[in-house]
């Protein structure tokens, strides 16, 4: 804490001295919780200092109020290096910041990790100010680190500039709570409210401006890092200067910060765990490269198929000395997490060629312009990650599909999604010779075209390349062990009436002799589509639902970790696939109201019961996640939303109300509740079952069997994998002996 740092003993802090501005600043962060500054510009010297300490600082609940002027653009850096300070300075051009962002070192990638971290936690509060009028800047350099009744004042002279901080004659001053001199009290006193006047904007001669531009760069730049992932860095960091075994005085010495850019250039690639990839991931690449660098690797969801892949560009990287890649994945969401894993390998010059990145278009055509003078250069590795929407655009797919046909790798995530009309009009001219395609369900429903096409592309059509079952996942412990509860669901009398109607309609359309129905036509996709929605929509289901929320509150005495997947409304999504024109998954008003209803019910549980909506509109989804992992939310409840490659490990019950039998769907939604984490030893799946029992005097009774099943073989999967397997030979006995059917 505060009280027990050892401070300089005259309060002064000099550059380049035992006790320098970097060492009060690291200092007081780790020992603080509460931390005010105000600086003159906001400079990349002040990102490298605040770096080290900002994640523990974080990490022990800090809160920050930071107050900086109004230099923000080039324009602003230029009029003061023309005299104003008579220095040149270092300050942030947030008008290019993503541009920026590449020149970043290790440590200043880490401060604005941090800092996103704070805005998206709401624990800084930034006020970006100048004088009223036309003339000056505002120039303080102060600031108060706080720990309950402890404080630690500070002002100086010294600018936070690399000169400022590390090279010039100029020295900060601190003021310390304990000091029984009343001038020094006073000081710190007056310095807090100086402080708070600011910051409630009470100050006439002050203009305040909206801090909205910079908190949205560093929101869209730097999102989704969990504090381990921060203090993990936190601790990188410190022991790549004691490796350099130099202060960071020299290391932002000119010399050094030129030393320091060479460095990063020739890092290398690495697999980002020490242990190295999983036997499993080498057999993967072992398959995929005897296969003619083709492969279609089937992995149950949770078992590292990002890893598996980027695995694969590692060794062409070892062999060949760059790596080349196009990504694609189904949605944004995605691309952040590929851009994640990429970056964990240390893989650089990352273009998203997407909606969200309007200058998509100039990268590529420089890497196409420096491809053409220099092909196999190093320094012109790439990865592009896309969304198939975006990729099957005239403009989008000229542009990616002309790199090298035999250096680029092509890997597909959700590979099903390579059948997609609007994919396989283009398939064939996709030219990439390597390929890899990844999911958890290859195949797509009721379409063979498309997976055989799928298969040809891939060089799959034996067989998957590489397959891990999520047998052999559970089995060797990469997946948690999980209990398995299916409730039958009955309809009532309308819905009953309502659905046998549909059920003969359809029964004209089918053909009981091969168990098929007559060629596909929009009259089939209509009744199937009317029988799927009386089943989404059972009203029974609520009072199920309600049941199962009451027995686990009875058990544990809240709800903490609780995954609910809600009907969908007027649009049940028959075949599941994640790909549209407008790469959003969308709802419609029926649907929006299911989930009003389920989530009213999780809140009649109790009155202390959290409850949060997670859809594709939801604001703050990294916060409604990191909320629901520790604890503070209780239920999430949910469409699609978390079909999208969200991850939710610390999720330990799922209760799936969606009766979809599509079984990509609930592969994925297993998946999800499936993920490991350290305080979680088994997790619960409650699964809820509409199998209407039809007349068997009725026509439409042997297709109403075969229908069921094909839904059951989900439930036999489920069942067969999970620690009490006999409770559902149990549950469905009725309706299996009704039918004549087996799930064993």
Known sequence: ??????????????????????????????????????????????????????????????????????????????????????????????TNFCELKKTFDEYQEQFFRCLAYMIAQKRIEIKIIKPKGDKGIAHTKSGQFRDNDTITSFTGSANFTISGLFNNIEEIKIDRSDSPDPMTQNRIVSQRKSFDDIMGERLDYIEYLSPEKLEAVVSTCYHDASIEELLDVEKQLETIRRYRGKSRNAAFDKSLIAMRTDELARREPHFPFSSGP??????????????????????????????????????????KGYYKAIILVPTQTLVEQWVQECKKFDFRNIILAYSKNSKWKDEIDLLHLREDFNPTNKADSFIIISTYASFVRNNVFESLNTFSKKQTLFIADEAHNMGAKRVLDRIDSIKYLR??????????????????????????????????????????????????????????????????????????????????????????????????????????????????????YQEKGNLKYTLVYVP????????????????????????????????QIVCGISPTTTVRQFTSNSVERSKILEDFADGRLEVLTSMKCLDEGVDVPRSEMAIFCAS??????????????????????????????????????????????NLLATELRRVRDFASLSENAD?????????????NLSIL
């Not at 035992?18 to 400079?43: A, I, V, W």
């Not at 999504?573 to 989530?599: G, W």
């Not at 559902?728 to 009704?738: H, M, P, V």
Request: with cysteine; charged share 30%; proline share 2%.
């Open 660 to 705: 979809t039998g599509n079984p990509r769907q609930f592969v994925q939604r297993r998946g999800r509740i499936l993920r490991k984490h350290k305080d979680k030893y088994r997790a619960i799946i409650h699964d809820l079952i509409v199998a209407p029992c039809v007349g068997i005097d009725e026509g439409n009774y042997k297709m109403e069997r």
């Open 727 to 739: 409770f559902t030979y149990k549950a469905l006995g009725s309706i299996t002996d009704y039918y």
């Open 1 to 94: 804490m505060l009280k027990d740092v050892k401070w300089a003993a005259d309060g002064t802090y000099r550059p380049g001295e035992t006790y320098s501005p970097e060492r009060f600043f690291n200092d007081g962060l780790k020992n603080s919780r509460n931390f005010d500054l105000q600086l003159g510009y906001f400079s990349s010297a002040t990102i490298s200092v605040l770096a080290e300490g900002f994640a523990t600082f974080i990490s022990q609940g800090g809160q920050m109020r930071l107050i900086i002027n109004q230099i923000v653009s080039k324009e602003d850096k230029e009029t003061i290096t023309k005299g104003l300070l008579g220095d040149v300075i270092d300050c942030v051009d947030l």
């Open 568 to 599: 969908e409304g007027n649009r049940p999504d028959y075949n599941a696939d994640i790909f549209d024109s407008s790469d959003v998954l969308t709802t419609d008003s029926e649907s929006e109201h299911l989930i009003d209803e389920y989530t």
């Open 435 to 552: 390929r890899i395609g990844l999911s958890a369900t290859p195949n797509r429903q009721f379409d063979e075209i498309g997976n055989n096409k799928i298969k040809e592309f891939f060089g799959s059509t034996e067989g998957y390349t590489f397959e891990y079952s999520m047998r052999e996942a559970i089995d060797n412990d990469f997946l948690c062990r999980y209990y398995y509860y299916p409730h039958v669901v009955n309809l009532n009398d309308t819905e009953m009436t309502e659905y046998i109607k549909v059920s003969k309609q359809l029964c004209k359309l089918y053909n009981a002799d091969n168990d098929t129905f007559t060629e596909s036509d929009d009259i089939l996709m209509a009744l199937l589509l009317k029988r799927k929605r009386i089943i989404h929509k059972a009203s029974q289901k609520k009072k199920v639902f309600e049941d199962i929320l009451k027995m686990r």
């Open 278 to 319: 999983r036997d499993y991931q080498k057999r993967a690449f072992e398959n995929w490269k005897n296969n003619q660098q083709k492969g279609l690797f089937s992995m149950a969801t949770g078992t590292g198929k990002t890893l598996t892949a980027l695995n694969c560009l590692l060794e062409i990287y070892k062999r």
